[in-house]
């Protein structure tokens, strides 16, 4: 069992209803701990309109994550 923060940004923060949690997970990468949320608090966004980072660090969907590491979820941003 791992405990792990996630960092909820927009869109996600929104629909969580919070700006951050710590969850305790048996799952072994980012996209189980996404699925595992999306369907906890019914995302609306799916992984492909988003980017993971992992402790700080742009990560990809199958890489694998440890006890105490720190989860975000990045939408893209539009400027001008």
Same mark, same amino acid.
């Given at each position: 069992?791992? &405990?792990?923060? /996630?960092?909820? =940004?927009?869109? !996600?923060? *929104?629909?969580? +209803?919070?700006?951050?949690?710590?969850?305790?997970?048996?799952? &072994?990468?980012? /996209?189980?701990? =996404?699925?595992? !949320?999306? *369907?906890?608090? +019914?995302?609306?966004?799916?992984?492909?309109?988003?980017?993971?980072?992992?402790?700080?660090?742009?990560?990809?969907?199958?890489?694998?994550?440890?006890?105490?590491?720190?989860?975000?979820?990045?939408?893209?941003?539009?400027?001008?």
């Amino acid at each position: 069992m791992k &405990n792990i923060t /996630i960092l909820y =940004f927009a869109k !996600l923060r *929104e629909e969580a +209803n919070k700006r951050d949690e710590l969850l305790k997970t048996e799952a &072994n990468t980012a /996209i189980e701990v =996404f699925n595992f !949320l999306k *369907e906890k608090y +019914n995302f609306s966004l799916s992984e492909d309109y988003l980017r993971v980072a992992i402790n700080d660090e742009f990560a990809e969907w199958d890489d694998k994550i440890t006890d105490n590491d720190i989860l975000v979820f990045i939408q893209p941003v539009a400027g001008g």
